[in-house]
């Protein structure tokens, strides 16, 4: 894992920083699922993504589908307005709700 990408399994915090291009995803995508994996991976943090492709939005699928299974109902999925304003542009709402809704689910 590169410094793209940090998990703090205490947290259960995985976040993502920089760019999420075809360049960095197979090292996120690693750690995803390693996280997941650990059963401790509670919140993703996108919100420092500074630049994303169309590997990176697989990516941003992928996690929101993780986000949404049984065994991570109240997992929280962070983003910023760059990845709310491509998933507007390219039509991939979320498929789960927003972070300030998942979050309120863990209270």
Do not use: H, W
């Amino acid at each position: 894992m590169d410094e793209t990408c940090k998990f703090d399994e205490e947290k259960g915090l995985l976040s993502v920083t920089g760019e999420l291009t075809i360049y960095q995803v197979a090292s996120v995508f690693e750690a995803l699922r390693d996280a997941a994996a650990s059963g401790a991976l509670c919140e993703i943090d996108l919100t420092g993504v500074t630049e994303m492709d169309g590997a990176g939005l697989q990516l941003l699928i992928q996690a929101e589908r993780l986000a949404g299974t049984q065994e991570n109902p109240s997992l929280v999925l962070q983003k910023n307005t760059l990845i709310d304003e491509l998933q507007q542009l390219t039509g991939t709402a979320p498929v789960v709700d927003t972070p300030a809704q998942s979050a309120e689910v863990l209270q």
